[in-house]
């Protein structure tokens, strides 16, 4: 069973940073791997991928903010979050791009003064 563990979130001030954590286990790490948010009363969404030679695309709100990398020895996936803002408060997940695997329990990010 594929297990996906998320970490690394917690309560900051608007322009704070942030760096998440997402180790995989129980399947092969994927070709693309992804970061996705969702907030309260709105639907998961995309927020950065990366292929494993590095390639990264990412939602236009958080671009030059977030930082997606992977370590494919590891098994490994990291989100570095800068200049956070209230937006960006959510519970975040990783998952392959498309996201196929089963979700985790997501890290939980809370942006406010």
């Known amino acids: 069973q594929v297990q996906l563990v998320e970490s690394g979130g917690g309560l900051v001030q608007p322009g704070g940073s942030l760096r998440l954590s997402c180790t995989v286990s129980?399947?092969?790490?994927?070709?693309?791997m992804a970061w996705y948010r969702q907030a309260p009363g709105k639907q998961r969404e995309l927020v950065a991928r990366?292929?494993?030679?590095?390639?990264?695309i990412y939602l236009d709100s958080v671009k030059g903010r977030f930082t997606i990398s992977r370590d494919n020895v590891k098994g490994a996936v990291y989100l570095q979050m800068d200049s956070l803002k209230p937006e960006d408060t959510a519970v975040y997940y990783c998952?392959?791009?498309?996201?196929?695997?089963?979700w985790g329990q997501g890290t939980q990010v809370t942006v406010s003064s």
């Open positions: 998952n392959e791009y498309p996201s196929t695997w089963p």
């Open positions: 129980g399947t092969i790490f994927g070709i693309y």
């Open positions: 990366i292929t494993t030679g590095s390639t990264t």
